[in-house]
Antibody, heavy 119, light 105 residues
Framework: EMQLVESGGGLVQPGGSLRLSCTATGFTFSTYTMTWVRQAPGKGLQWVSS????????YYTDSVKGRFSVSRDNSKSTLYLQMNSLRAEDTALYFC????????????WGQGTTVSVSS | SYELIQPPSVSVSPGQTANISCSGD??????VCWYQQKAGQSPVVVIYQDVKRPSGIPERFSGSNSGNTATLVISGAQTMDEADYYC????????FGGGTKLTVL
């Protein structure tokens, strides 16, 4: 069974940092582009960042550029999201997802990990 | 930046057909997928590449995409279909619509 399990969320003060992790099982992690999606409380889905299969190409939504960094360790089947200079508006449930193929769909989703930014 | 517009809510009676629209500039030239998110759960893809249905998704779910509008059709909607539905396309990167709350009662 294909599965993504996120971890690393928590409560952090504005300006603080967190590193999210996402461990994949049940598929060959190294062959897929991976994407982070977030959902603020009571709001819709928002794309955050994507990384291609070998980690050499990374992409970010404008609001997190320069503050967030996505990476992956294919030997550990793990995706990361380093989040720095956190703001209240970063408060959300963060989902790790798999890109079925470029331009098709995000076909596997984790259960999400909650990030709360508050003083 | 590219925007996808969905109606905030759609309401149908059980057994009726639910149509959920998603509008964007020249959307018909892009692939669209649809996600269903039930309360407290992660999203699940119900349609991808405009019209394809993943294994395990009931046949009552179908999609179309032409011009500036993509549509998710749920034929014979059931109470179990109550959920938030999001359209998604690619314009350099992933873009989501604002979501539509489907009520079946």
């Amino acid at each position: 069974e294909m599965q993504l399990v996120e971890s690393g969320g928590g409560l952090v003060q504005p300006g603080g940092s967190l590193r999210l992790s996402c461990t994949a099982t049940g598929f060959t992690f190294s062959t897929y582009t991976m994407t982070w999606v977030r959902q603020a409380p009571g709001k819709g889905l928002q794309w955050v960042s994507s990384i291609n299969n070998n980690g050499r190409s990374t992409y970010y939504t404008d609001s997190v550029k320069g503050r967030f960094s996505v990476s992956r360790d294919n030997s550990k089947s793990t995706l990361y999201l380093q989040m720095n200079s956190l703001r209240a508006e970063d408060t959300a449930l963060y989902f790790c997802t798999r890109d079925l193929t470029p331009g098709s769909a995000l076909d596997v989703w984790g259960q999400g990990t909650t990030v709360s930014v508050s003083s | 930046s590219y925007e996808l517009i969905q109606p905030p809510s759609v309401s149908v009676s059980p057994g009726q057909t639910a149509n959920i629209s998603c509008s964007g500039d020249k959307l018909g030239t892009k692939y669209v997928c649809w996600y269903q998110q039930k309360a407290g759960q992660s999203p699940v893809v119900v349609i991808y590449q405009d019209v394809k249905r993943p294994s395990g998704i009931p046949e009552r779910f179908s999609g179309s995409n032409s011009g500036n509008t993509a549509t998710l059709v749920i034929s014979g909607a059931q109470t179990m279909d109550e959920a938030d539905y999001y359209c998604q396309a690619w314009d350099s990167f992933v873009v989501f619509g604002g979501g539509t709350k489907l009520t079946v009662l």
